[in-house]
């Protein structure tokens, strides 16, 4: 991957590397009951939120993958986060990943900004494959997925425990090209 962090943009946001101050902002969404309703992680103070600071950037240090803080291009506001992980340079293949602080649903920044996380993706990263796995509950999610031109590609039927029940995870995918 490039050494120099790559800045998306699109007509109101802007993709940028995290920094420092957004630990709150990170925090504010990561131990929100609606986000991590579906997230596979939360955090219950911003000392332990510190750890996914440091996720973030050992994700670009080891070249597994990328993830950029989603602004406000108007005035810079943190809106969310997003990128790619698990990225196999082999298979030439990531995992998507997606959130927002609840103020910013239904305004249609998912759909705007995922699509500059497949331009690089498949442009600057030579991926051809980018997946997506959700929780089969999580509606609002599926809904951007199709509307964002994924594949459903099948569920896996109680695969992960969470909360102490098990849940079953729908399988999507975006290929290069299509």
Not at 76 to 102: C, Q, T, Y
Not at 141 to 160: H, I, R, S, V, Y
Request: with cysteine.
């Amino acid at each position: 991957m490039n050494k120099k962090f790559p800045i998306l943009e699109s007509e109101r946001v802007i993709l940028r590397q995290f920094v420092d101050s957004d630990l709150e902002s990170v925090f504010k969404g990561l131990s929100h009951p609606d986000i991590i309703k579906y997230y596979g992680i939360s955090f219950d103070s911003l000392e332990a939120t510190k750890e996914q600071m440091i996720w973030f950037a050992d994700l670009e240090k080891n070249e597994n993958g990328i993830w950029w803080a989603v602004c406000s291009k108007d005035d810079g506001r943190f809106l969310g986060a997003g990128g790619l992980n698990d990225l196999s340079k082999e298979n030439k293949k990531a995992e998507i990943g997606f959130w927002l602080l609840p103020e910013n649903w239904g305004k249609g920044f998912m759909t705007e900004t995922m699509p500059l996380i497949f331009n690089y993706a498949f442009d600057s990263i030579g991926l051809h494959r980018i997946e997506g796995f959700v929780e089969t509950e999580n509606v609002n999610c599926k809904k951007a997925l199709a509307k964002l031109k994924f594949n459903l590609e099948g569920t896996m039927q109680d695969c992960e425990v969470k909360n102490g029940e098990f849940i079953s995870l729908d399988i999507y995918s975006k290929i290069a090209n299509k």
